[in-house]
Nanobody
């Protein structure tokens, strides 16, 4: 069975608002993998926002997400969530989740998509100021 990730929960909100994204997986065991959320803004590279180790709960955040976003997991549902609070216009973009067998390699601010796979189709987040 193919491994498939599917994102949901995006939408349009005003600055200061909140959204919760969900990344649901099928065809694989959630435990023992790293799941990351990425954001892609027009004209920009896809960049890591938050990641979690589903085998133990260790979490990783991009500098831009620290203090505002929370990543969590529900292993029974094979789902990883991204709670986004105090949203800003620069948070707008397409959000994707992806899987890796190793932790994100942060450059101090974020991490690239290299080494991550099983991408979903994405969910759009639009924050208006």
């Amino acid at each position: 069975q193919a491994q498939v990730l599917a994102e949901s929960g995006g939408g349009a909100v005003q600055a200061g608002g909140s959204l919760r994204l969900a990344c649901s997986g099928s065809g694989y065991s959630a435990r023992g993998n790293y799941v990351s959320w990425f954001r892609e803004r027009p004209g920009n590279e896809r960049e890591g926002v938050a990641a979690i180790y589903t085998g133990g709960g260790s979490t990783y955040y991009a500098r831009s997400a620290q203090g505002r976003f929370t990543i969590s997991e529900d292993n029974a549902k094979n789902t990883v969530y991204l709670q986004m609070n105090n949203l800003k216009s620069e948070d707008s973009g397409m959000y994707y989740c992806a899987l890796s067998y190793g932790p994100p390699r942060s450059n101090g601010d974020t991490w690239s998509r290299q080494g991550w796979g099983y991408w979903g189709q994405g969910t759009q987040v639009t924050v208006s100021s």
